[in-house]
């Protein structure tokens, strides 16, 4: 079973629209939660961190539940500059050093 | 921000040739460093772990004799694929932090073809 597990889409929604993406991790010793934004032929970068009691950072908030072992990602109004793969990634207390990644949900934003 | 450079961008090598992949963070001290794989639509995958000055702790499955890395400095690591066969094929990957407590940067990633 793989640590982290995502739709992988495509999610393909009109500009302006609300879109959620899941991610569950099978792993209950998982202790830190990111989702990372990656556009095509590039880097990860750090989108936002997840925090227990859920939290905002403009048009995204992440929640996450650990009772369903599951993290999601809104996107409020979406831009056509959102579209890209968003990523979930895990950290176990075990080994701080290990990044547990999700194989990505696309989401394409049409104008 | 930290950014972290990584080069060469992209590099086609013939089978059985070596390849040298850099990984540098050019305006902080990257205690640890690491090594990530992505073949098409997977995740990444974690190769290895450096820590400047010591040994690179590998990942279950990868065989550190033809991943070399090398993390003799805290701005530079180095990942050599040795003898490249057309399935080691994939974009590779580093990112760099300066401790435990902050964010690690990736680099813009290498993608590796071997015809």
Known sequence: RKEVEQ?????????????AFNCTYSNSASQSFFWYRQDCRKEPKLLMSVYSSGNEDGRFTAQLNRA???????????????????LCVVRTIYNFNKFYFGSGTKLNVKP | GAVVS???????????????????????????????????????MLMATSNEGSKATYEQGVEKDKFLINHA?????????TSAHPEDSSFYICSARE????????????RLTVV
């Open chain 1, 7 to 19: 739709d992988p889409g495509p999610f393909n929604v009109p500009e302006g629209a609300t879109v």
């Open chain 1, 68 to 86: 369903s072992q599951y993290i999601s990602l809104l996107i409020r109004d979406s831009k056509l500059s959102d579209s890209a793969t968003y």
């Open chain 2, 6 to 44: 990584q080069h060469p961008s992209w590099v086609i090598c013939k089978s059985g040739t070596s390849v040298k992949i850099e990984c540098r963070s050019l305006d902080f001290q990257a205690t640890t460093m690491f090594w990530y794989r992505q073949f098409p639509k997977q995740s990444l």
């Open chain 2, 73 to 81: 400095s805290l701005t530079l690591s180095t990942l050599t694929v």
């Open chain 2, 99 to 110: 401790t435990t407590e902050t964010e690690a940067f990736f680099g813009q990633g290498t």
